[in-house]
């Protein structure tokens, strides 16, 4: 388990922290810290304000993503999912969100909107070569393994 040390803006304060709901979780719920309703409409984008900045350490990112039952039943996603909280980045955490479905979408203050899931972060750097080894998918792109 990693430390990540956060402080809590002034609107943020009172809300619980993110935190696993279960003991096999994978991502902490996170809640909305907005100061008063916020309506999404449908096919709109919005940063919720999470009311907290996070120092992430070095070698981790924290990716923000859906909750499932929000897209199922309302059609509330993460449009880059999933997010990425970068190591050096210390301003406030804000879960952009995206009304999929057909109704508007009023988020409350203190709503788990989003879940936060801390990652190892591998870095890598390009190579650059004449020829790339040939595999039996090739350059097979969408679609080309099949249906189903």
């Known amino acids: ?40 409409q449908p096919g709109e984008r919005y ?17 923000l993503r859906p909750r499932s039952g929000l897209a199922l ?25 995206i009304n999929l479905g057909s109704e508007p979408f009023v988020v409350e203050r203190g709503m788990r909107i989003c879940q936060l899931v801390p990652a190892a972060v591998t870095r890598a750097g390009f190579a650059v070569v004449e020829s790339l080894d040939d595999t039996a998918r090739g350059a097979g792109g969408f679609g080309s393994t099949g249906v189903g």
């Open 1 to 40: 388990m990693i430390s990540i040390a956060i402080t809590i803006l002034p609107h943020g304060e009172g809300l619980p922290l993110p935190a696993y709901a279960t003991p096999g979780a994978a991502g902490m719920d996170a809640v909305a810290a907005v100061t008063e309703p916020v309506t999404i």
């Open 47 to 63: 940063p919720v304000p999470l009311g907290l900045c996070m120092a992430i350490p070095d070698g981790y990112e924290v990716q």
């Open 73 to 97: 039943k309302s059609g509330i996603t993460v449009p880059n999912s999933p997010g990425t909280i970068d190591s050096d980045y210390r301003g406030e955490v804000k879960a952009l969100l």
